[in-house]
């Protein structure tokens, strides 16, 4: 029997559907095609005058920034900002592009407020940039000259009268001839001929300014010994200063200095002071004077950091602790979370909701709240714990340094269980009941069960999140600085650093810190040695999680 021609059946796949019959096959009248929605365009007029509205705000701040970077004389970032301008525009006022309207605002504060940080912080670790150390050359020649200052001999004395204005103090003066001239630290000396004057002709009035009485000037004196008055826009000129508010001297610089061969001389002693290419003046001896400025001195922050006598020895005890309370953290913390996650999993467990409630309580209260309470509880003198549970011993836990340290640990392991508690239990709510109950149906034990098999599946989802838990432990600042401050104090150092300091607060204290002044350069080196540290940490630990993928 022939088989039929397949290609000859009907098929309704792959075919249009049927016509709609014509009128002159059922008789009817044809229906009439429906007319074609005209096309709609995307932007509605309330949607336009809305972006016209919110791109004219930005443009009047763009404008603002521009003029100030224009004047500033600021051209890298007047040239850079214009063209972030400039794409801004285009990307709102062009058709189409709506994946750009919409990534445009978060890509701009990401390479503003880190982009932008990261590589200005690179830039500054580069550099010496710091106290006595922030500004050009000329204007450290500048301060040296208006802050070594000594008095004129013979110098005649101005009656001198404290006014203020928008909260800001200034100097009217009266020369012996009875002229009134006004200045401020800010403002060179100027003619003040609409200055009122009492019947002894000294001036003590100007319009638009309120004139001190002596309770206010004494309750301001400090603010007011302070103001250094120049007589002219030469720093060699001199200034005018006061040390009681009613009668001012002439101050001149002592040391005096020579463009032509870029030196410093003190007057009375003759000694030279020269460029020594560090950023300083400083004389034969080594001597520097105070005020330097900022230049760039490549990689001598990175060698400062490891072969400075105060800086040395103290750093690598820091960077030691740094990584015992980083991965002390994560395991204790890890390990009870796991364990609190299981024991409150359990479904015959009555009231577990309000168990699980109670273990976020320390999560949810604010870390650095958390350290300044248990800093009190842990204090040796009055402390809860010494005064209440132990009966008033003295015992050191915030003052001993291993201690401390312990200390430290336990409030930190206080704090970060709850995350893990609440990461282990999602886990484990996700894991199959299937392969616990066939488990057990082999005659595998509690412990067999849990290490052989929810482990290994707890990893899979939960080590990236310890990764980033030891970062986040590696950068710690909250709970070292709130419940210790970084002490107990190292002896063997001048600098402010202690038993548990970690990296991240020898940073802070290097930038910040008293007695050894503010040191941005080196803090800004230490700060790219944490993220050199953490970065290749964490790219080694998520290479190595690939292995946990074979779980699956």
Not at 217 to 245: F, H, W, Y
Not at 375 to 391: D, R
Not at 497 to 518: C, H, M, N, P
Not at 543 to 548: E, G, I, M, V, Y
Request: proline letters at 6%; glycine letters at 8%.
């Amino acid at each position: 029997m022939p088989k039929p021609d397949l290609r000859e059946l009907p098929s309704s796949q792959g075919h249009a559907a049927p016509a709609e019959p014509s009128s002159s096959s059922t008789g009817r009248p044809a229906k009439p095609a429906r007319p074609a929605k005209p096309a709609r365009h995307p932007d509605s007029l309330k949607g336009t005058i809305l972006k016209v509205v919110l791109l004219g705000l930005v443009d009047a701040f763009a404008v603002y920034v521009l003029m100030m970077l224009f004047l500033s004389q600021s051209w890298a970032a007047l040239a850079v900002s214009s063209l972030v301008v400039l794409a801004i525009n285009w990307i709102y006022l062009r058709k189409g592009g709506l994946p750009a309207k919409y990534l445009a605002p978060g890509v701009l504060f990401l390479l503003v407020f880190q982009v932008l940080v990261v590589v200005f912080s690179g830039y500054i670790a580069f550099t010496n940039y710091g106290d006595g150390h922030n500004s050009t050359k000329d204007d450290a020649i500048s301060a040296i000259q208006l802050t070594a200052q000594k008095r004129v001999p013979d110098s005649p004395a101005y009656k001198a009268s404290v006014l203020t204005k928008d909260n800001e103090f200034y100097l009217l003066f009266t020369d012996p001839a009875g002229k009134a001239q006004f200045g401020s630290s800010e403002d060179p000396l100027a003619e003040a001929p609409d200055a009122g004057k009492d019947s002894t002709g000294k001036a003590n009035s100007l319009p638009g300014y309120q004139t001190l009485k002596f309770q206010e000037i004494v309750a301001n004196q400090q603010e007011i010994l302070k103001i250094t008055v120049p007589v002219s826009d030469d720093p060699a000129d001199g200034t005018l200063r006061t040390a009681d508010g009613s009668t001012a001297y002439q101050f001149k610089p002592a040391l005096n200095y020579d463009a032509a061969t870029d030196t410093f001389v003190d007057i009375e002693t003759g000694t030279e002071y020269r460029d020594n290419g560090k950023g300083t003046f400083a004389n034969a001896n080594g001597d520097t004077l105070a005020t330097g400025w900022k230049i760039d001195v490549g990689m001598d922050n990175f060698v400062r950091a490891f072969t400075d006598p105060s800086l040395r020895g103290p750093l690598v005890g820091v960077i030691l602790w740094t990584f015992t309370f980083s991965i002390a953290s994560v395991a204790l913390t890890f390990v009870m979370g796991l364990f609190l996650a299981m024991t409150f999993n359990r479904e015959d467990l009555r009231g577990k909701k309000v168990y699980r409630i109670l273990m976020i309580l320390p999560y949810a209260f604010p870390a650095f709240l958390s350290g300044l309470v248990w800093s009190g509880i842990l204090n040796p003198e009055f402390g809860w714990l010494n005064q209440t549970l132990l009966g008033g011993a003295n015992i050191g836990w915030l003052t001993d340094p291993v201690l401390a340290k312990i200390s430290v640990l336990v409030v930190n392991v206080w704090l970060g269980f709850p995350y893990m508690f609440l990461v282990c239990t999602g886990a484990l709510q996700s894991l199959p009941s299937e392969i616990d109950e066939a488990a057990r149906m082999d005659g595998a034990s509690a412990w067999r069960v849990f290490r052989s098999i929810k482990l290994p599946l707890l990893l899979v989802s939960v080590a990236p999140l310890l990764i980033s838990s030891f970062a986040f432990n590696f950068n710690n600042f909250n709970v070292i600085y709130m419940l210790t401050g970084g002490g107990p104090r190292f002896a063997d150092t001048d600098r402010d650093i202690g038993s548990t300091d970690i990296l991240i607060t020898l940073v802070y204290k290097v930038a910040f810190g008293q007695g050894t002044g503010r040191d941005y350069g080196l803090a800004s080196a230490l700060a790219i040695i944490i993220f050199i540290i953490v970065a290749t940490i964490s790219a080694i630990s998520f290479k190595q999680t690939k292995a946990l993928e074979d779980v699956n």
